[in-house]
């Protein structure tokens, strides 16, 4: 194991195992896209709203009806639906795309504090569902806060 995993694991809570456990069955099937549009929706009208100002502005200068759309597109692709995202944008290189923002830890913590409270709005994702969800997210998001604090 690398000190990169055992990093990730450290922060987020979240072993290798529960992060992927999202491929174990086919989320798109279950949940359809309108799901995934209310949730994307519903976690960027908290960003564009959060109260955090700090944090709120690593979004401003990016129109927020695109950034819903780049998320449902990646989450659908991710989660076992068509390949939305690529076919407009490419490889969804993740790290890349996020280099240019402030992927603090901190940043990582009120990302998910929002997608936490996104997943809880949505009825249609029971309580399974959205701790799969949310563990695949938690680890993505110290991943990502742990390869832009590295770029140096
Ligand atoms: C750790 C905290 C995070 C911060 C501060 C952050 C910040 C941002 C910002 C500012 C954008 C640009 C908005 C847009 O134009 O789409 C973005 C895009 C995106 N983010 Fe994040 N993000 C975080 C975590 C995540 C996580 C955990 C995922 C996936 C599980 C993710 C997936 C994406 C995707 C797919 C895009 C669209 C990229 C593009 O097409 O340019 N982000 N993020």
């Known amino acids: 194991m690398t000190n990169m995993d055992d990093w990730i694991r450290q922060k987020s809570g979240v072993s290798n195992d529960a992060a992927f456990a ?9 949940l359809g896209v309108d799901v995934f549009k209310k ?12 109260e955090v100002v700090w944090f709120r502005n690593i979004f401003k200068n ?14 659908i692709q991710r989660m076992g639906g068509p390949a939305l995202y690529s076919e ?11 280099m240019n923002f402030n992927m603090t830890e901190k940043a990582a913590e009120r990302w998910l504090f929002h ?24 680890h993505t998001a110290y991943f990502l806060s742990f390869r832009v604090s590295q770029k140096n």
Not at 22 to 30: P, V
């Open 115 to 138: 997608m936490r409270a996104a997943l809880e709005s949505v009825p249609e994702i029971d309580e399974p569902l959205r701790k799969k969800m949310y563990d695949y997210f938690a």
């Open 39 to 50: 949730l994307s929706r519903s976690f960027y009208d908290r960003v564009y709203a959060d």
């Open 22 to 30: 999202i491929d174990s069955e086919n989320l798109f099937a279950s």
């Open 62 to 75: 990016k129109d927020k009806e695109e950034a819903i759309q780049n998320q449902y597109e990646f989450f």
């Open 88 to 98: 407009r944008k490419g490889h969804p290189a993740l790290a890349a795309r996020h």
